[in-house]
């Protein structure tokens, strides 16, 4: 992985870093052996499946996707879904659909919000698929009345979420695949899950695959910032520096009146002592001497900065 990202310099007129450094090359590879086997399996799955489902997060829709699953699995027809909707700046979303179309050549391109209780999104999922599988009549098998579809992407990205706000809204029927705030949750490929009845279709939930290496600093910096990456590998403090370069650099600056801050910081250390100082936030350290001292816990604050972003606390943002 290389060591930096360079940026623009300016945002509303303010100075910023131009560069965003990166001190190791630790984060490029990341592959458990679970993503290994799963791949395999979900490869021998193939023949059965009559298309494939890639769910990514719409705050990064450029970066991130796994290739090597791309390639694996073109053969099918595939949908592209966008999710966390509510997490993305929607103004920006006609120009993704056109960049994906003029340089992946993807058509087929779907924003939802899996939260449950604004879930409605989702059900645009399954018409979708079907119109797809019309037009693309080399994959209809007419003989066949169900379908089964494939639901892949990256860790974290809300793929059982998706099953499960499908199973919801179409069968009425709970929860049948496990979701949850840490990537990893889905460990191997899942036996089939109904959502819908009319016409019958059925889903398989994969763990989520990333590439085995990560191809420069930028995509592994946006992986993390969105959750995909385990945060205690890549580290709060440098997730956070990573977060406040990027908002500042898309001019988005609403952590300003969220932290109670006079104007928009550059400077990762202060800005997460202001953050510990108005939390509280304080840890006990020992010193040289042996007696204990207390300091502003920076990691702390470097936590709560990601989190407030991860659940939208401060604002909308898609990186193009
Ligand atoms: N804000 C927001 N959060 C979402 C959305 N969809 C899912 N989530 C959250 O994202 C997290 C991951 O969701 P999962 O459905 O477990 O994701 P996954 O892709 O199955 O993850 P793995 O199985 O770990 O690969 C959970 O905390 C979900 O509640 C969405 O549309 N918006
Ligand atoms: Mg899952």
């Given at each position: 992985m290389g060591s930096r990202v360079v940026g623009s310099t300016t945002a509303g007129g303010r100075l910023f870093r131009e560069l965003f450094t990166f001190g190791s090359d630790s984060l490029t590879h990341w592959f458990p052996s679970h993503m290994a086997k799963s791949f395999k399996k979900m490869q021998a799955q193939m023949k059965k499946v009559d298309l494939v489902v890639e769910i990514h997060d719409a705050r990064i829709p450029f970066t991130g996707r796994n290739e090597m699953m791309r390639e694996a699995l073109s053969i099918k027809p595939h949908l592209l879904v966008l999710n966390k909707k509510d997490l993305c700046d929607m103004s920006k979303a006609q120009a993704v659909k056109t960049r994906l179309l003029e340089e992946e050549g993807i058509k087929n391109v779907l924003y939802t919000n899996c939260v449950k209780q604004h879930s409605d999104t989702a059900k645009k999922v399954i018409p979708k698929i079907e119109k797809i599988l019309k037009e693309e009549a080399r994959f209809n098998r007419s003989e066949e009345h169900h379908y089964t579809i494939m639901v892949t992407g990256v860790p974290n990205v809300g793929k059982s979420s998706l099953i499960n706000a499908m199973r919801r809204l179409n069968i009425k029927k709970g929860k049948a695949a496990r979701v949850g705030k840490m990537p990893g949750v889905t460990r191997s490929v899942m036996n089939r899950i109904l959502?819908?009845?009319?016409?019958?279709m059925w889903l398989l939930d994969t763990p989520g695959i990333l590439t085995p290496y990560v191809k420069d600093v930028e995509t592994g910096m946006n992986l993390a910032v969105c959750g995909t990456l385990l945060d205690y590998m890549v580290g709060d403090e440098i997730i956070a520096d990573y977060l406040l370069y990027t908002l500042n650099q898309y001019n988005k600056l609403k952590y300003c009146k969220v932290y109670d801050l006079d104007g928009p910081c550059d400077d990762i250390f202060v800005f997460l002592a202001h953050i510990a100082k108005k939390e509280q936030k304080t840890i006990r350290v020992k010193t040289y001497q042996g007696s204990m001292s207390v300091r502003w816990n920076i990691n702390s604050a470097a936590v709560k900065f990601i989190r407030d972003f991860r659940d939208g606390q401060l604002g909308t943002l898609t990186l193009l």
């Open positions: 959502v819908s009845a009319s016409p019958p």
